[in-house]
């Protein structure tokens, strides 16, 4: 199974700043994504980031306020631009190898937004 | 399009009794399912995943969970429950052909002592 890490693991953000939050794997992956964690809600797939091409995003998510970097094989960044209230949440980055194959997700990054 | 229901958001249930967490799917396509398990302040990781073959699928930390195709289940149990899994438990599905699962809202196991 693969290691993931994710920086920070929380931060408290003013309103209309931006957070970039990184993710590292210990191994080289193709498909990796972002996921939005929501007090109560279910996780909400922002975007699917492959390496050496554009971001694909999810509905309802834009690459203005979502950006995402994936430079190679090992790591991603997701920013949260323009921040507001409504974006505190838990972001987590994830990897998955194939179809039905098990995701594993890094620990998290708690997001609250004042 | 897929979609998953837990019924259940939250359940209580005293140390060493069994427990039973809910999960229904809706798909119009061969699934795969999955149940994760997200201790607190931690990502998630899988308790078992149904591929195919045997309906009755055994994971870690003692829990298993049975597909049932004709009632559209994959009902996560364990037949006697320990403090240390107090966590958050998320039902997941695949569809044959897709990389990305859809998840439920998550049902909150609560082990009082």
């Known amino acids: 199974s693969a290691v993931i890490s994710q920086k920070p693991s929380r931060d408290i953000c003013q309103r209309g700043t931006s957070l970039t939050i990184q993710c590292q794997v210990d191994?080289?992956?193709?498909?990796m994504f972002w996921y939005r964690q929501q007090p109560g809600q279910s996780l909400t797939l922002i975007a699917t980031?492959?390496?050496?091409?554009?971001?694909?995003?999810e509905s309802g998510f834009v690459i203005d306020k979502f950006p995402i970097s994936r430079p190679n094989l090992t790591f991603s960044t997701l920013t949260v631009s323009n921040m507001s209230p409504e974006d505190s949440s838990i972001y987590l980055c994830?990897?998955?190898?194939?179809?039905?194959?098990?995701?594993?997700f890094g620990p998290g990054t708690r997001l609250t937004v004042l | 399009a897929q979609s998953v229901t837990q019924l259940d958001s939250q359940v209580p249930v005293f140390e060493e009794a069994p427990v039973e967490l809910r999960c229904n799917y809706s798909?119009?396509?061969?699934?795969?399912l999955f149940w994760y398990v997200q201790y607190p302040n931690q990502g998630l990781q899988l308790l078992l995943k149904?591929?195919?073959?045997?309906?009755l699928v055994k994971g870690i930390n003692g829990f298993e969970a049975e597909f049932n195709k004709s009632q559209t289940s994959f009902h996560l149990r364990k037949p006697s429950v320990h403090i240390s899994d107090t966590a958050e438990y998320f039902c997941?599905?695949?569809?044959?052909?897709?990389?990305?699962?859809?998840f439920g809202r998550g049902t909150s196991l609560i082990v009082h002592p």
């Open positions: 149904y591929l195919s073959g045997s309906t």
């Open positions: 994830s990897l998955g190898t194939g179809e039905g194959d098990t995701q594993y």
């Open positions: 191994s080289q992956v193709t498909m």
């Open positions: 997941a599905v695949n569809t044959r052909g897709s990389y990305i699962p859809t």
């Open positions: 980031a492959n390496q050496g091409s554009e971001a694909t995003y």
């Open positions: 798909s119009s396509v061969s699934v795969y």
